[in-house]
């Protein structure tokens, strides 16, 4: 009986934000603003690492990555909810979901990855001051980008190939912003255990293994510095770590709290702010925390600007 009640989904209603329709338009506002700042802000920290010779180093090559990741990241999102805003057309095809889902969960793991080479970089730049140039080689460098990019698009592939062997009933209501793995799950009339069971496992292993990783990396920093004292060199590595340690605190908080620690109280409202966290927060955060906070940065863009007007002046 219940095979014969099913429908073919052939799209799904986003409901987007729970927000008053007296104040959409103040909020469409306020996210479009979000939206070209995360836009604007990345795009110039990839021109100027490209630009500047100085930057040409492991630490950039992976911060221009992390900036890609970002803009990526918020641009699968963002635009489609700005839309619904605008239009008021939740609709969404199935095949546009599941796309959706697919480059989500690709740029979300690929920062995962890039937090934590991040954090090893820092690690041997800070501990193995005089052997840094030779342990992290370009060709290391390179290695760990693209196996980043590897394993998180077979890890994508793979949410995204369980999904579609999934039946969807008559109720295509997704509430949510943007097609969420768990909001799908909820909504399918399908046995959903194995992917259930491959959340947990490959959460484990693209969430809680790379924080545990970051985690180590900086307490070995710490016990590095505390055992050679100097104000100094604390406050130099500390203003390096200090903008890495908050982005990797909001990224994963959300994160881990929002899949892999669910609570039978938690209301779609509350999920729905966990979510704008570390999909629509932390990419913006990301070029004022790397750039303002940072003197090569600043140094970066001061040189362009110059350069600039010198062939002006010409």
Known sequence: MRVQNQTVVSEFLLLGLPVEPEHQNLFYALFLSIYLTTVLGNLLIIVLIRLDPHLHTPMYLFLSNLSFSDLCFSSVTMPKLLQNMLKEDPSIPYAGCLTQMY????????????????ACDRYVAICFPLHYTTIM????????????????????MLH????????????????????????????????????????????????????????????????????????????KAFSTCGSHLSVVSLFY????????CP????????????AMMYTVVTPMLNPFIYSLRNRDMKGALGRVFRKKKTLFSL
């Open 253 to 260: 908080g959300t994160v881990i709290g929002l899949y892999l």
């Open 263 to 274: 609570t039978a109280t938690n209301s779609t409202v509350k999920d729905t702010a966990m």
């Open 103 to 118: 480059f989500f969960l690709l740029f979300g793991d690929l920062e995962s990855f890039l937090l934590v080479t991040m």
């Open 160 to 235: 995204t190939l369980l999904m579609a062997r999934l039946s969807f009933c008559a109720d295509n209501v997704i509430h949510h912003f943007f097609c969420d793995v768990s909001a799908l799950l909820k909504l399918s009339c399908s046995d959903t255990q194995v992917n259930e069971l491959v959340i947990f496992i490959m959460g484990g292993l693209i969430l809680v293994i790379p924080f545990l990783l970051i985690i180590m990396s900086y307490a070995q920093i710490v016990s590095s510095l505390l055992k050679v004292p100097s104000a100094r060199s604390i406050r």
């Open 137 to 156: 080689s370009p060709k290391l460098c390179l290695s760990l980008v693209v196996l980043s990019w590897v394993l998180t698009t077979f890890h994508a």
